[in-house]
């Protein structure tokens, strides 16, 4: 009697020490890092509030930060050594007491500083921390987020987002075609295209009925760190004539046609405001992010754009013959070319007998992928495979920084002025900063 009960009480703590080291308090869902000239900030997302403490260390410079009571998730563990700015060289963690000790190795002393900022809305607590050490000489903002970026020979990114799903059926047309189920078929169809051309890989916000929040979209789209964003969709209108596919980017005027302010409108869910939603970064990444790349993000995502239309051009009968520009919120990504394709009016007989084939999908499908090839294969970003293949095939690029004109590019490189525009298939000398050009043999 006396041993039974010595061996219950000898067991229970055992039990209870088991059962706390597998659930902790908290878990490090995200690490984000931001760079402006001169500080690093670091943001650890947390599922759940954890105490923490912070202290630098030198020769090497680094700077601890403890977490305790903490997890981290196995996402943010494969990912971290993709953290890295001017001043931080990687970031590298233990698990420690039940907790998390991260070391920040620096390249230079800094002067670090941690902040706490408490839960709000769907948002977890957060840990900032701020990384000091005066101007350097670049004077350029990266946002770096944990997806990959890697050895020169990356794949392009392409987050396909088909709209609605789950309880947001999305538009109801004739022959009872739903939009959330044709834009899912699409966008799988989309994403296969793309994942079978080589240094091209797609992610998709959902591939499942389910129900995402546009903030969950831009957020799979930014951990991706996508290179575009393919929102897809299909309307339905009062009038049953209104017809014709469309491709859209986004508007910063607000100037915008009247058919623009009522689908911007339609596709507008409830928990976003007007503007951009930009609450989970913090102010200050938000404003450094706006200047820097709004504009030029809106021209690639009008070149792209033009590039999709083209081919969708061959499959379906067009809404208009150039690309559209609304104030869509699924666009307002500042840092990530943006476009949304209406694929065709549910609301039109035909358009829903269209749509409701899957042979018609398939061909549309491929009609947008072949414009997205098109489009990278003429500008692939630095460090991508496609940029390495062209590269290795002797073809030149080059990117366009401040100043220069397309009549520049082309005496410098003794090329005419025509054949410069050929081989970019421009259709006017329209260039912006950093577009990447494909410089023929002269
Ligand atoms: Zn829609």
């Known amino acids: 009697m006396y041993k039974k009960i010595f061996s219950i009480n000898w067991l229970l703590p055992v039990l209870i020490l088991t059962l706390s080291s597998v659930v902790h308090a908290a878990q490090v869902k995200d690490i984000r890092v931001g760079t402006q000239s001169g500080s690093t900030r670091l943001v650890f997302e947390l599922s759940g509030a954890a105490e923490h403490r912070?202290?630098?260390?030198s020769n090497p410079d680094r700077v601890v930060l403890d977490v305790s009571d903490a997890d981290i998730s196995q996402s943010v563990v494969n990912d971290l050594k993709a953290l890295s700015s001017d001043a931080l060289m990687r970031v590298r963690y233990a698990k420690r007491n039940n907790g998390l000790r991260f070391v920040l190795d620096l390249s230079q002393k800094v002067k670090a500083k941690s902040t706490v900022l408490a839960a709000s809305g769907e948002y977890g607590p957060r840990i900032m921390v701020e990384l000091e050490y005066g101007a350097s000489q670049s004077s350029t903002n990266v946002i770096k987020s944990l997806a990959s970026i890697s050895n020169g020979k990356r794949d392009i990114?392409?987050?396909?987002?088909?709209?609605?799903?789950?309880?947001?059926?999305g538009a109801l047309g004739q022959f009872k075609v739903r939009e959330k189920d044709i834009v899912l078929s699409i966008g799988r169809e989309l994403a296969d295209r793309l994942n079978a051309t080589p240094g091209i890989k797609a992610v998709m916000t959902r591939s499942t009925d389910e129900y995402l929040?546009?903030?969950?979209?831009?957020r799979i789209a930014r951990e991706a760190n996508a290179d575009l964003l393919i929102s897809v969709h299909a309307d339905a209108f009062t009038k049953p004539s209104a017809r014709g596919a469309s491709v859209w980017a986004l508007s910063l005027s607000g100037k915008t046609s009247e058919m623009g302010r009522w689908l911007a409108q339609q596709e507008k869910e409830t928990d976003l405001v007007g503007g951009i939603s930009l609450d989970d970064k913090d102010q200050l990444l938000a404003e450094v992010l706006l200047?820097?790349?709004?504009?030029?993000?809106?021209?690639?995502?009008?070149?792209?754009?033009?590039?999709?239309?083209?081919?969708?051009?061959?499959?379906a009968v067009l809404h208009k013959n150039s690309v559209q520009q609304a104030g869509f919120v699924v666009l307002k990504s500042p840092d990530i070319p943006s476009i949304l394709v209406e694929t065709g009016f549910v609301s039109n007989a035909t358009e829903a007998k269209n749509l409701g084939s899957r042979a018609y999908r398939v061909r549309l499908a491929a009609s947008i992928a072949k414009g997205v090839e098109d489009f990278f294969t003429a500008n692939p970003p630095d460090g991508t495979f496609i940029a390495w293949q062209q590269n290795q095939r002797g073809g030149s690029t080059y990117t366009v920084s401040k100043g220069d004109?397309?009549?520049?590019?082309?005496?410098?490189?003794?090329?005419?002025?025509?054949?410069?525009?050929?081989?970019?298939?421009?259709?006017?000398?329209?260039?912006?900063?950093?577009?990447?050009?494909?410089?023929?043999?002269?």
């Open 213 to 218: 929040q546009l903030r969950e979209r831009s």
């Open 157 to 169: 990114v392409v987050v396909i987002d088909p709209g609605h799903g789950g309880k947001d059926p």
């Open 405 to 442: 004109t397309l009549s520049d590019i082309a005496r410098r490189n003794n090329v005419t002025l025509d054949a410069l525009r050929s081989a970019n298939t421009l259709k006017n000398d329209v260039i912006w900063i950093g577009q990447k050009l494909s410089i023929p043999a002269s």
């Open 54 to 57: 912070m202290f630098p260390l």
């Open 291 to 315: 200047d820097m790349s709004m504009n030029s993000t809106i021209q690639m995502s009008l070149d792209i754009g033009s590039k999709v239309l083209g081919n969708m051009r061959r499959v």
